[in-house]
């Protein structure tokens, strides 16, 4: 069964504290996606990767970063983490070809306090 | 800028009814249309995708799309209560890097 795997279901974090969330895919997806999703806001994408090293900026990069070191793995990490970065985050991966859907992981639920 | 928009709900509808779910967006060279069941605390789940005119069917789903007045549906046949969820509409404005564009998307409530 193809998987998108996120490392961690929950997660509890300390103001400024540097915070990575890592996603990893095995269907050999070219392109992955980093979004987080807040009620009522739906899903906003914070950075994308479409291949090995490459990134761009999404919608909403403040105080986010990301790395893509191998093609199935694609890290957010929070700089500096702040209450407001409270959120679901969501990874997903797609082929780069027309046509194809997302693949989501499972999510991660990140507190700040 | 575009956009996916969606009725917020909740759409209600009793079990074994037929629930009607729609979407509409601004691109007009969107080629590719699919439909996310997401239940409660969990991750979306791709469960339709359509990319020609007319109707897709399958199993209890059926997805429609309207390329002229940029309109997309997703018709639930026989409803229940396990449909109970969140369904998000995504579009594919073509930018070359398949980044889908996704509504807020719609809560369907089926009522045993």
């Known amino acids: 069964d193809v998987k998108v795997t996120q490392s961690s279901r929950y997660l509890v974090k300390r103001t400024g504290e540097k915070v990575f969330l890592e996603c990893v895919q095995d269907?050999?997806?070219?392109?992955m996606f980093w979004y987080r999703q807040d009620p009522g806001l739906g899903l906003r994408l914070i950075y994308f990767s479409y291949d090995v090293k490459m990134k761009e900026k999404g919608d909403i990069p403040e105080g986010y970063s990301v790395s893509r070191e191998k093609k199935e793995r694609f890290s957010l990490i929070l700089e500096s983490a702040s209450t407001n970065q409270t959120s679901m985050y969501l990874c997903?991966?797609?082929?780069?070809?027309?046509?194809?859907?997302?693949?989501f992981g499972s999510g991660t639920r990140l507190t700040v306090v | 800028q575009k956009e996916v928009e969606q009725n917020s709900g909740p759409l209600s509808v009793p079990e074994g009814a037929i629930a009607s779910l729609n979407c509409t967006y601004s691109d007009r060279v969107s080629q590719s249309f699919f439909w996310y069941r997401q239940y409660s605390g969990k991750s979306p789940e791709l469960i339709m995708s359509?990319?020609?005119?007319g109707d897709k069917e399958d199993g209890r789903f059926t997805a429609q799309l309207n390329k002229a007045s940029q309109y997309v549906s997703l018709l639930i046949r026989d409803s229940q209560p396990s449909d109970s969820a969140t369904y998000l509409c995504a579009a594919n404005p073509n930018t070359g890097f398949q980044k889908l564009v996704f509504g807020t998307g719609t809560r369907l409530l089926v009522s045993p």
């Open positions: 269907m050999d997806h070219e392109n």
């Open positions: 359509i990319y020609s005119n």
């Open positions: 997903a991966s797609s082929f780069s070809q027309e046509g194809g859907g997302y693949t």
